[in-house]
Nanobody
C-alpha cells in the first residue's frame, strides 16, 4: 500500500514564507513524477508545480515565489513558498505518479494541508 503524507501548512501573514513537505511511503518501486496542487474554496484544483526527470514547471501565478524540489533517495517532495499572498490560500495536495511494487502505475494523492495567508 502506498501513502502520501503532507506537512508544513499553516497560517502566515502576507509576504511570509512556508515550506511544505510530502513523504511517499509503502510498496513503491519507482516514482516517475511528483507535483503540488491546490484547491481554494469554490475553485477547481489547479497544478502549482510539477517535477519530473525532464524538468520543472510552475503555474504562472507562483513563478519566482515558489520552488519545488525533490529528494529521490527519501521519496520526499518539497515546496518552498515565499512572498505569500492571500490568493495563495488553499488546501495544498501532494501528487505522485508512481509504480508500486506490484508493477501497477497510477497517481496517488495526499490528504492535503491547509495554507492560509492573511492580509
Amino acid at each position: 500500500q502506498v501513502q502520501l503524507v503532507e506537512s508544513g501548512g499553516g497560517l502566515v501573514q502576507a509576504g511570509g514564507s512556508l515550506r511544505l513537505s510530502c513523504t511517499a511511503s509503502g510498496s513503491i518501486f519507482s516514482i516517475n513524477a511528483m507535483g503540488w496542487y491546490r484547491q481554494a474554496p469554490g475553485k477547481q484544483r489547479e497544478l502549482v508545480a510539477h517535477i519530473t526527470s525532464g524538468g520543472i514547471n510552475y503555474v504562472d501565478s507562483v513563478k519566482g515565489r515558489f520552488t519545488i524540489s525533490r529528494d529521490n533517495a527519501k521519496n520526499k517532495l518539497y515546496l518552498q513558498m515565499n512572498s505569500l499572498k492571500p490568493e495563495d490560500t488553499a488546501v495544498y495536495y501532494c501528487e505522485a505518479d508512481l509504480v508500486s511494487a506490484t508493477g501497477r502505475e497510477r497517481d496517488y494523492w495526499g490528504q492535503g494541508t491547509q495554507v492560509t495567508v492573511s492580509s
